[in-house]
């Protein structure tokens, strides 16, 4: 709640100042990119359109980098039945989580500098176990990594929040939950920037 208030303070100026716009003068339609985080998909972008009148429409892209991470052949089941091709392999206990998502959606005008959206589309997760690989004799030969056969899963995203845009400084705020379960609910801020378009 006190975080809300402080949001909400210091985009007052911001947000008087645009509704003080003459008139007389025609609003335009815009085009927004902006960079998008969260704890868990740090690496998060996002574009689409603010119309004046109507709905316009956006996409998202976010992630983190551990999505990345490359099984090396091994796959682990109840968190330690290691198996694959390769030498003699255990699992550490250390485990982590890639996550990717892919969203579209709408946004529609509320007031001037407001904007609301909301969507939906796919997220993805899938964990990988940290490995130690061993030699005949019992030697520790390197590290690696293992995926979580039990854990790869491709779930239904919704999202919604509000987009603030003022003379092309581009700020976002919104929540996201993932097949309903408000256990898995997340925040999302975003900074970024708008151009003018044609009407």
């Not at 550490?92 to 969203?103: P, R």
Request: charged fraction near 15%; include cysteine.
């Amino acid at each position: 709640m006190k975080a809300t208030l402080v949001i909400c303070f210091l985009l007052f100026p911001f947000i008087s100042n645009a509704q003080q716009e003459p008139l007389n003068e025609p609003l335009s339609h815009r085009f927004f990119f902006s960079y998008n985080y969260n704890p868990t998909m740090p690496i998060g972008l996002s574009l689409g359109n603010l119309r004046q009148k109507g709905g316009g429409s956006y996409m998202a892209l976010r992630g983190n980098l551990d999505i990345l991470t490359k099984p090396q052949g091994y796959l682990i089941r109840n968190g330690q039945q290691v198996s694959g091709d390769g030498p003699t392999a255990n699992a550490t206990g250390f485990h982590k989580m890639g996550v990717v998502e892919a969203m579209v959606g709408f946004t529609y005008k509320i007031f001037n500098p407001i904007w609301f959206y909301w969507g939906g589309g796919l997220h993805h997760r899938r964990e990988f176990w940290e490995l130690e690989k061993f030699g005949l004799d019992g030697t520790l030969l390197e590290m690696g990594w293992a995926r979580n056969a039990d854990l790869n899963q491709n779930l239904f995203a919704l999202e919604s929040g509000l987009l603030l845009d003022v003379k092309g400084i581009h700020v976002r705020y919104g929540i996201s939950t993932v097949s309903f379960d408000f256990s898995l609910m997340q925040h999302h801020v975003g900074v970024g920037f708008s151009i003018p378009v044609k009407r």
